[in-house]
């Protein structure tokens, strides 16, 4: 069921998501499915539909900082990074505030809980109508490719789903997850956010912990077309589907130009392009490692492992 991003769709998707079901909604980094974030009967509904580990926490969606420092404990340096980088693509990972109204599921037993303020127009219209923080991890199944379309949440759940049309989602690549530390902070997860621009704020990063999950997207196998994937090619080889970028061209490009901001735009579409091919195999032209092109190559490492 597709929902239109109008008042009465969004009235529609709201009422949905008080009732305690699942709507997938466009942000701009991925479409998220979205549940209520402190109902663990809702929550239970997004593991069940995406087939999702449990252990994996979920990020919480909200409307505004005020209503975040309803969930989080935030300290200065938590409230700089959201009122700089909020609404937008950057998720914190922060300590959860005592008698906070979240399902323990969310946040897989952790002391800490994930919360980004989107800057869509559609979702935070969404978010204001249903009055909830809502929970939404990507909507799509477990591991697989993200959704950058509400086509591509279709191809996922079918009718199973009711899915608010925003478009093609701006960053298509998921946010940044930057956790604070007691004597730090850490990123989780690279994004649209260069780590470089928390640097500038914060100070140089603290190691991450291999094999610690904290924040999703830490898997080591996650975003997988189904396919065998090679990385850094120069050419296709037979039976394989390439995705070009810049000189390098391809079935499918990244980004003719070598734009990083278009190819992270792009990633996710041209992956699905290449899954629903009949080659059997992928080849990823090299893709710069600086700037969001570092988001851009973690991803695919996951993709091909």
């Not at 780590?195 to 997207?217: C, E, H, M, Q, Y």
């Not at 390439?242 to 130009?257: H, K, N, Q, V």
Request: proline fraction near 9%.
């Amino acid at each position: 069921m597709i929902l239109p991003a109008d008042e009465a769709g969004l009235a529609r998707a709201a009422q949905i998501l008080r009732d305690g079901g699942l709507v997938a909604v466009p942000t701009e980094t991925v479409y998220g499915l979205a549940a209520r974030a402190d109902s663990a009967r809702a929550i239970a509904k997004i593991y069940r539909a995406k087939g999702r580990p449990e252990f994996n926490p979920l990020i919480v969606h909200v409307a505004s900082l005020a209503e975040a420092e309803q969930l989080a404990l935030f300290d200065d340096r938590a409230r700089l990074l959201a009122e700089r980088f909020w609404p937008g693509p950057l998720t914190l990972v922060l300590p959860l505030r005592e008698g906070a109204r979240v399902a323990p599921a969310v946040t897989a037993g952790l002391p800490t809980v994930a919360l980004r303020l989107p800057a869509h127009p559609v979702t935070r219209a969404l978010l204001r109508e249903a009055a909830l923080p809502l929970a939404a991890p990507s909507a799509n199944r477990s591991g697989s490719v993200s959704p950058t379309s509400a086509a591509h949440v279709l191809a996922a759940f079918g009718e199973d789903v009711p899915v608010v049309d925003g478009g093609a989602c701006d960053k298509g690549l998921e946010s940044t997850i930057v956790a604070i530390r007691e004597q730090g902070w850490q990123l989780l997860r690279p994004g649209p956010i260069a780590k470089s621009a928390v640097t500038a704020l914060l100070g140089d990063a603290l190691p991450v912990v291999p094999g610690k999950i904290d924040a999703p997207g830490q898997l080591a196998r996650h975003y997988s077309p189904g396919k065998p994937l090679r990385l850094k090619a120069s050419a296709a080889e037979p039976g394989e589907f390439l995705i070009g970028f810049g000189e390098t061209a391809g079935d499918c490009s990244l980004s003719p130009g070598g734009d990083l901001a278009q190819a992270a735009a792009r990633l996710y579409a041209c992956l699905h392009e290449a899954a629903a091919s009949p080659r059997p195999r992928i080849a990823v032209a090299s893709i710069p490692d600086e700037g969001i092109g570092a988001a851009i190559n973690d991803r695919l490492r996951r993709a091909a492992t």
